[in-house]
C-alpha cells in the first residue's frame, strides 16, 4: 500500500514509520526515483511523502462479515437475518429485549452495532449518540495506468483507490455530505464524480470518462474523530453502543468484539 502525505508532514510521518518497524511491519519511505520506476501509474511531486507498506492489503467487509456469521453458528450463535429491530424494550433503566419484525426477543444485553441505522434504533428510548451517517461514492475505471498497482491513500488530495477485479480500478474522493436516509437507495452523482476527475487531474492525469465503467454511492457512519465509539448509558444497564468507525471499522472488529464481550461477561 502507498500512502502519501504533503511534504510539511514529513517529520511527522518519518516518526511515526520509525515505530511502526520497531514494531514488526514493514514500511519504509520511498525516494522520489523508487517511485517513477516502480509506480508508474501515479504522478507525484519530489517533495511529497510517500510510505509503503507490502504486506498492507484489503478486506472485504462483506465477505469478512459472513465469514465471521458462519464461524459464530458453528459455536452456538443464532444468526437471524432479514429482522428489523422496531423498539429497544426497557423496565427500570434496564434493558430487557428488542421488539423486531419477527417479535419480541427478550435478552438482559444490548449490543447496538448497526452502524448508520444505530441513531434510529436509540432514539426509541431517548438516547442520541454522536455519530452521523455521510454519503461514499466510489468509481470504477479500466485500466487505469499500471496493472495490478498497489492500494493508495492520499491524505494530500483526498484520493484513493486499489485494484479491482479483471484489471479494473476503484477510485474514490470524499464527499462531504452527511446525515443521509439510509433507507434511500441511491445512484451515482455526476458532479461528484466530475468533482473526483478534476481533482485527480495532478495523480491520475490519464483518468477521463472514456475510461469510466461505473460505480457506487452509498453511505457509512462516522463521529467527528473518524475513532468510532464504545460506550455504556447508565439511563440503560445493559446496552452497550458500538459504531461510527466509517470504512476502517471492519479492520477493527475483531479487537472490538473482544472489548465488548469483556464488558459483559466482566472476563
Given at each position: 500500500m502507498l500512502y502519501v502525505e504533503s511534504e510539511t508532514q514529513h517529520i511527522k510521518m518519518e516518526k511515526q514509520i520509525g515505530e511502526l518497524k520497531n514494531s514488526g511491519h514493514k514500511i519504509s519511505i520511498l525516494s522520489s526515483?523508487?517511485?517513477k520506476k516502480e509506480f508508474e501509474f501515479i504522478n507525484l511531486p519530489k517533495n511529497t511523502c510517500v510510505a509503503y507498506e507490502e504486506q498492507a492489503g484489503y478486506i472485504s467487509p462483506s465477505l469478512a462479515t459472513n465469514t465471521w456469521i458462519e464461524t459464530s453458528k458453528t459455536k452456538g450463535a443464532l444468526a437471524c437475518e432479514g429482522i428489523e429491530v422496531k423498539e429497544i424494550l426497557m423496565d427500570n433503566n434496564c434493558v430487557v429485549?428488542?421488539?423486531?419484525?419477527?417479535?419480541?426477543?427478550?435478552?438482559?444485553?444490548?449490543?447496538?452495532a448497526a452502524g448508520a441505522w444505530s441513531g434510529n434504533i436509540l432514539d426509541t428510548i431517548g438516547i442520541k449518540i454522536p455519530v452521523?451517517?455521510?454519503?461514499?461514492?466510489?468509481?470504477f475505471f479500466d485500466e487505469i495506468g499500471q496493472k495490478d498497482h498497489?492500494?493508495?491513500?492520499?491524505?494530500?488530495?483526498?484520493?484513493?483507490?486499489?485494484?479491482?477485479?479483471?484489471?479494473?480500478?476503484?477510485?474514490?474522493?470524499?464527499?462531504?455530505?452527511?446525515?443521509?436516509?439510509p433507507d434511500?437507495?441511491?445512484?451515482?452523482?455526476?458532479?461528484?464524480?466530475?468533482?473526483?476527475?478534476?481533482?485527480?487531474?495532478?495523480?491520475l492525469p490519464y483518468l477521463n470518462k472514456n475510461l469510466f465503467i461505473g460505480g457506487r454511492r452509498s453511505f457509512d457512519a462516522y463521529t467527528?474523530?473518524?475513532r468510532g465509539i464504545i460506550e455504556q448509558f447508565p439511563q440503560a444497564e445493559g446496552l452497550i453502543v458500538a459504531t461510527g468507525w466509517s470504512g476502517g471499522g471492519v479492520k477493527l472488529a475483531p479487537g472490538i468484539g473482544k472489548r465488548i464481550a469483556k464488558m459483559i461477561t466482566g472476563v
Amino acid at each position: 500500500m502507498l500512502y502519501v502525505e504533503s511534504e510539511t508532514q514529513h517529520i511527522k510521518m518519518e516518526k511515526q514509520i520509525g515505530e511502526l518497524k520497531n514494531s514488526g511491519h514493514k514500511i519504509s519511505i520511498l525516494s522520489s526515483e523508487v517511485l517513477k520506476k516502480e509506480f508508474e501509474f501515479i504522478n507525484l511531486p519530489k517533495n511529497t511523502c510517500v510510505a509503503y507498506e507490502e504486506q498492507a492489503g484489503y478486506i472485504s467487509p462483506s465477505l469478512a462479515t459472513n465469514t465471521w456469521i458462519e464461524t459464530s453458528k458453528t459455536k452456538g450463535a443464532l444468526a437471524c437475518e432479514g429482522i428489523e429491530v422496531k423498539e429497544i424494550l426497557m423496565d427500570n433503566n434496564c434493558v430487557v429485549g428488542v421488539k423486531t419484525s419477527y417479535g419480541t426477543i427478550y435478552c438482559k444485553h444490548i449490543v447496538v452495532a448497526a452502524g448508520a441505522w444505530s441513531g434510529n434504533i436509540l432514539d426509541t428510548i431517548g438516547i442520541k449518540i454522536p455519530v452521523r451517517s455521510k454519503i461514499i461514492q466510489i468509481h470504477f475505471f479500466d485500466e487505469i495506468g499500471q496493472k495490478d498497482h498497489p492500494i493508495f491513500i492520499d491524505d494530500s488530495t483526498g484520493l484513493y483507490g486499489r485494484p479491482d477485479n479483471l484489471g479494473t480500478s476503484l477510485v474514490g474522493y470524499p464527499v462531504d455530505k452527511y446525515d443521509i436516509d439510509p433507507d434511500k437507495k441511491m445512484s451515482i452523482d455526476p458532479n461528484d464524480l466530475e468533482k473526483m476527475l478534476q481533482n485527480s487531474k495532478s495523480r491520475l492525469p490519464y483518468l477521463n470518462k472514456n475510461l469510466f465503467i461505473g460505480g457506487r454511492r452509498s453511505f457509512d457512519a462516522y463521529t467527528s474523530d473518524n475513532r468510532g465509539i464504545i460506550e455504556q448509558f447508565p439511563q440503560a444497564e445493559g446496552l452497550i453502543v458500538a459504531t461510527g468507525w466509517s470504512g476502517g471499522g471492519v479492520k477493527l472488529a475483531p479487537g472490538i468484539g473482544k472489548r465488548i464481550a469483556k464488558m459483559i461477561t466482566g472476563v
